[in-house]
Every structure is written in C-alpha cells, then in structure tokens.
C-alpha cells in the first residue's frame, strides 16, 4: 500500500489548507485512515482518525478546528484545517491501517508527510 498525501503550505494565522491522501496499490481493506503531525523539535503525535465504520477521533488541540473525512471508494482521507495556528506547523503524515489479505494481519502505513506552516 503506498500513500500519497498533497495540500500542504504555507499559511497565515487563521487560515486554511485542505490536506489529502491516497492509498494505492494492492490492499484487502482499509481499517483506518487518519493524520498525524510532527512539529519541529518534537515527536508525532495524532492529529485526528477516521474508521472503517465512521467513528472520528480528534486530538484536543484541533477539535473544532479541524475536520476528517474519508472517502471510501477512492481509498482517500481529507483534513480540512480551519482556524490554523502558528502551532499547527508541523509535517503531516497521512496513516492507514489495513490488511493487504483477508489473512495478513492489520499493517500501519505511512505517507512520506507533507509540510503545513502558519506564519504570525
């Protein structure tokens, strides 16, 4: 499974981007998609989840803030970041969990990240 993510920037406080990210390649199914982030100097933390049966899950810092959505068919996650803060910079990566066999066990993938950067 290979993971490409797009949309990243730069851009002023209280802006907004859209990040996006496709799975492709060969897969069984797709668990979970989500995104993380690592801001400089820092390790990675989740930014927010999206399951196979609609469950999200945000980090605090970005509740109400930010927006995951899938798109199942396609195999894509979306994060529409609103608001953004000069805290928010950071790479995002995009993580899927899935299977590439009905009998292989559940596998993380990652997208090689993509720089988001919200200028004062």
């Known amino acids: 499974v290979q993971l490409q993510a797009s949309g990243g920037g730069l851009v002023q406080a209280g802006g907004s981007l859209r990040l996006s990210c496709a799975a492709s390649?060969?897969?069984?199914?797709?668990?979970?998609m989500g995104w993380y982030r690592q801001p400089p100097g820092k390790q990675r933390e989740l930014v927010a989840v999206?399951?196979?049966?609609?469950?999200?899950n945000y980090a605090d810092s970005v509740k109400g803030r930010f927006t995951i959505s899938r798109d199942y068919a396609k195999h894509t996650v979306y994060l529409q970041m609103n608001s953004l803060k000069p805290e928010d910079t950071a790479v995002y990566y995009c993580n899927a969990v899935g299977q590439l066999y009905s009998y292989t066990p559940l596998t993380n993938y990652w997208g090689q990240g993509t720089l988001v950067t919200v200028s004062s």
């Open positions: 390649g060969r897969v069984f199914s797709i668990n979970r």
């Open positions: 999206a399951t196979s049966g609609g469950t999200t």
